[in-house]
């Protein structure tokens, strides 16, 4: 006996990205709308007839009218695919109007795990679900798993929304899931939400990750996973699916003095076609000119428009001035003696790396304003 599902969460449906602006925001809400259809069109393709959604599906307990229908509207459209919606922390049951009116409100092809009972997903295969009943519940919500009955011979599959070794994606491990939970409970397969990118605790236990990065610190695009069981005892074949439309990158600039620090950006920027789906931040380290610095700036100010997000992060590029230099900036007076104390904070040793950073890009900055007024 063979049973497929893909394994996803975190969709966070609502989300606001209120740290962008413009059009963006909804850019990237929309994208996680289209990750339903892009789940439902995987399973379709591998041969698999379900989708498990552990939880997070929205981005809050109270998300607007029509993030949550037309959610539902977008799964009843793929009728032979059946949706497993999963309470999260964000989306938890502690605010019962949501799970009551998706219980109104959801399709045929939609189910609802809200209770710490199995659900047959198919002959011979039961899921157990660990719906969170609070954002935060304050104890292991898979426990129950342990003893729940089934006939010898059933594919367990548990489903759970947490964290585990305590590296939840909240930061603070209140709730930690047994990390042997699929030992223990005899499941041939435990399938997690909660942390953002796909990680594997032992052959029977992985989050699958988001299907649609929402931040910079994974550094993995979004994805999915396809789970293939052959049976009880055999170990799963799992599989990554792409799903993200967007991508989040952090990509390190990494400089030498007398470096071509703009032939150094070109190496390293995707190329021009992937840019308008990717979110990117460069992070420049070492040591440049002030020209160099000057002509980098202007170089990440003339790509910003081919990205959908570009950040330039130079706090930690040291300054080299050589003579003549200030001289550029201004021979005497009032921005002269500016110059001299900036170049004098950011290579004195009493201060803090933070300071003598910001001291250096202060000169740099002035440096090219001064370079605009009078090239």
């Given at each position: 006996?063979?049973?497929?599902?893909?394994h996803?969460?975190?969709?966070?449906?609502?989300?606001?990205?209120?740290?962008?602006?413009?059009?963006l925001?909804?850019?990237?809400?929309?994208?996680?709308?289209?990750?339903?259809?892009?789940?439902?069109?995987?399973a379709?393709?591998?041969?698999?007839?379900?989708?498990?959604l552990?939880?997070?599906?929205?981005?809050?307990?109270?998300?607007?009218?029509?993030?949550?229908?037309q959610?539902?509207?977008?799964?009843?459209?793929?009728?032979?695919?059946?949706?497993?919606?999963?309470?999260?922390?964000?989306?938890?049951?502690?605010?019962?109007?949501?799970?009551t009116?998706?219980?109104?409100?959801?399709?045929?092809n939609?189910?609802?795990?809200?209770?710490?009972?199995?659900?047959?997903?198919?002959?011979?295969?039961?899921?157990?679900?660990?719906?969170?009943?609070?954002?935060?519940?304050?104890?292991?919500?898979?426990?129950?798993?342990?003893?729940?009955?089934?006939?010898?011979?059933?594919?367990?599959?548990?489903?759970?929304?947490?964290?585990?070794?305590?590296?939840?994606?909240?930061?603070?491990?209140?709730?930690?899931?047994?990390?042997?939970?699929?030992?223990?409970?005899?499941?041939?397969?435990?399938?997690?939400?909660?942390?953002?990118?796909?990680?594997?605790?032992?052959?029977?236990?992985?989050?699958?990750?988001?299907p649609?990065?929402d931040?910079?610190?994974?550094?993995?695009?979004?994805?999915?996973?396809?789970v293939?069981?052959?049976?009880?005892?055999?170990?799963?074949?799992?599989?990554?699916?792409?799903?993200?439309?967007?991508?989040?990158?952090?990509?390190?600039?990494?400089?030498?003095?007398r470096?071509?620090?703009?032939?150094?950006?070109?190496?390293?920027?995707?190329?021009?076609?992937?840019?308008?789906?990717?979110?990117?931040?460069?992070?420049?380290?070492?040591?440049?000119?002030?020209?160099?610095?000057?002509?980098?700036?202007?170089?990440?100010?003339?790509?910003?428009?081919?990205?959908?997000?570009?950040d330039?992060?130079?706090?930690?590029?040291?300054?080299?001035?050589?003579?003549?230099?200030?001289?550029?900036?201004?021979?005497?007076?009032?921005?002269?003696?500016?110059?001299?104390?900036?170049?004098?904070?950011?290579?004195?040793?009493?201060?803090?790396?933070?300071?003598?950073?910001?001291?250096?890009?202060?000169?740099a900055?002035?440096?090219?304003?001064?370079?605009?007024?009078?090239?």
């Open positions: 006996m063979t049973f497929r599902f893909v996803s969460s975190d969709l966070h449906l609502g989300k606001r990205f209120g740290r962008f602006s413009g059009d925001p909804g850019a990237l809400r929309e994208a996680r709308h289209a990750a339903i259809g892009r789940l439902a069109e995987h379709r393709e591998h041969g698999a007839s379900t989708v498990l552990a939880g997070d599906t929205f981005d809050t307990e109270t998300p607007a009218p029509q993030v949550r229908r959610a539902l509207a977008e799964m009843s459209h793929h009728t032979d695919i059946r949706f497993v919606i999963l309470p999260g922390n964000h989306d938890s049951l502690q605010t019962t109007q949501l799970w009116t998706l219980r109104a409100e959801a399709p045929q939609v189910s609802l795990a809200v209770e710490p009972h199995a659900m047959e997903l198919a002959p011979g295969v039961l899921l157990f679900p660990a719906p969170c009943t609070t954002r935060r519940a304050g104890r292991d919500l898979t426990e129950w798993m342990d003893g729940a009955p089934s006939a010898d011979g059933t594919l367990r599959i548990g489903l759970a929304h947490g964290a585990v070794r305590s590296f939840s994606e909240e930061g603070d491990g209140l709730e930690v899931i047994a990390p042997d939970r699929a030992r223990r409970a005899g499941l041939s397969y435990l399938a997690l939400g909660d942390w953002h990118g796909g990680v594997e605790i032992d052959p029977r236990t992985r989050y699958s990750g988001t649609e990065q931040r910079f610190k994974h550094g993995r695009p979004g994805e999915a996973l396809l293939s069981l052959e049976g009880p005892d055999a170990l799963p074949e799992v599989t990554a699916l792409p799903t993200g439309r967007f991508a989040w990158r952090t990509l390190t600039l990494e400089l030498l003095d470096d071509d620090a703009v032939a150094g950006l070109e190496a390293l920027l995707p190329e021009t076609r992937q840019r308008r789906q990717s979110l990117l931040r460069i992070a420049a380290t070492g040591r440049a000119r002030l020209a160099d610095r000057t002509a980098l700036s202007d170089a990440i100010d003339h790509a910003r428009p081919d990205f959908a997000y570009l330039f992060d130079d706090r930690g590029l040291a300054t080299e001035c050589e003579a003549g230099d200030l001289d550029r900036i201004d021979r005497a007076g009032a921005l002269r003696e500016a110059a001299d104390a900036l170049l004098a904070e950011s290579e004195d040793a009493a201060r803090s790396a933070e300071e003598r950073a910001i001291a250096g890009a202060a000169l900055r002035l440096y090219a304003y001064a370079q605009a007024v009078n090239p």
